[in-house]
């Protein structure tokens, strides 16, 4: 499964090339992979220029920052208030399915 998603871009571990599967990811890491799984569907309904409006948007990485306001300008991840993001708060369970419900149907 790792080689399946690492294959079609969907992941690349931990920036030194190593898995780590027994660790939690963060919000900001999830925002990333929904976003290039939406693109490895297809998803014909991202929006390509986006403002945040998030208090703690100097906390999100740069590397994120797109997927971060994709993922939340389509209503499939949005912040943990209407105010912040919290891209370093661990991907809960609740929101993992939230979120993957969410991409499935926009889809």
Aim: glycine share 8%; hydrophobic share 40%.
């Amino acid at each position: 499964k790792i080689n399946f998603l690492s294959g079609a871009g969907i992941i690349y571990g931990m920036g030194d090339g190593t898995f780590a599967p027994d660790e939690s990811i963060t919000r900001e890491q999830a925002s990333t992979i929904l976003y290039r799984t939406a693109e490895f569907l297809g998803n014909k309904t991202m929006p390509t220029a986006i403002k945040m409006v998030y208090t703690d948007e100097s906390e999100i990485s740069d590397w994120a920052k797109p997927s971060v306001a994709c993922m939340n300008a389509m209503g499939i991840m949005n912040g943990v208030s209407k105010k912040e993001f919290a891209p370093k708060q661990t991907y809960t369970v609740e929101q993992a399915i939230a979120t993957m419900l969410r991409l499935y149907e926009c889809n």
